[in-house]
T-cell receptor, first 116, second 113 residues
Framework: NAGVMQNPRHLVRRRGQEARLRCSPM?????VYWYRQLPEEGLKFMVY????????ESGMPKERFSAEFPKEGPSILRIQQVVRGDSAAYFC??????????????FGEGSRLTVL | GQQLNQSPQSMFIQEGEDVSMNCTSS?????WLWYKQDPGEGPVLLIA?????ELTSNGRLTAQFGITRKDSFLNISASIPSDVGIYFC?????????????FGKGTKLSVKP
């Protein structure tokens, strides 16, 4: 069974460019979450999506950041006009339909964004 | 806001020693989770606790959900080199959706062979 797949693993962008991070959940999982981790910090929740729906985006900045989980294909976290402060590791996680409120998330290996 | 405070921040121990770390908060939580993150990887769930007072083991790992619901500890017995990594406590963000977890800043464990 493949785990949560994220790509790219590393991404370098210049200020003002766009970053797109992709996430394919584990087989059989229909819930996707995105987290951000700054160096020496814990993970911070950004957004929770189900297929074609954003359920909770309370942790996502209102500007420049967007997320989607289309009917077909991976979930995408998009950061427009990146700034140096966006440099971080972005983790995607997924969970089973029946794992409501258990906190049992399966994380990918992360995408490390560096903004020059 | 809700915050999870982990201590110690880092530990340097000899292989074979036991390890103890904890997580506290001024808020009450109904769930305590312990995740481990290896360098360059994503976190992996080690133990989940759902009842106050609950004591749960997973191999050499033991975790407890504090009676006050404001703390939890994680013990590792007879540490080995592959225990190296960062251990995070986490809980469900009160009033948030499922999967909206709050994480502590982690305890970084180093093991000398």
């Amino acid at each position: 069974n493949a785990g949560v797949m994220q790509n790219p693993r590393h991404l370098v962008r210049r200020r003002g460019q766009e970053a797109r991070l992709r996430c394919s959940p584990m087989k059989g999982h229909s819930h996707v979450y995105w987290y951000r981790q700054l160096p020496e910090e814990g993970l911070k929740f950004m957004v929770y999506l189900q297929k074609e729906n954003i359920i909770d985006e309370s942790g996502m900045p209102k500007e420049r950041f967007s997320a989607e989980f289309p009917k077909e294909g991976p979930s995408i976290l998009r950061i427009q006009q990146v700034v140096r402060g966006d440099s971080a590791a972005y983790f995607c996680a997924s969970s089973r339909l029946t794992a409501t409120n258990t906190g049992e998330l399966f994380f990918g290996e992360g995408s490390r964004l560096t903004v020059l | 806001g809700q915050q999870l405070n982990q201590s110690p921040q880092s530990m340097f121990i000899q292989e074979g020693e036991d390890v103890s770390m904890n997580c506290t908060s001024s808020s009450i939580f109904n769930t305590w989770l312990w995740y481990k993150q290896d360098p360059g990887e994503g976190p992996v769930l080690l133990i989940a606790l759902y009842k106050a007072g609950e004591l749960t083991s997973n191999g050499r790992l033991t975790a407890q959900f504090g009676i006050t619901r404001k703390d939890s500890f994680l013990n590792i017995s007879a540490s080995i080199p592959s225990d190296v990594g960062i251990y995070f406590c986490a809980s469900l963000n009160y009033g948030g959706s499922q999967g909206n977890l709050i994480f502590g800043k982690g305890t970084k464990l180093s093991v000398k062979p």
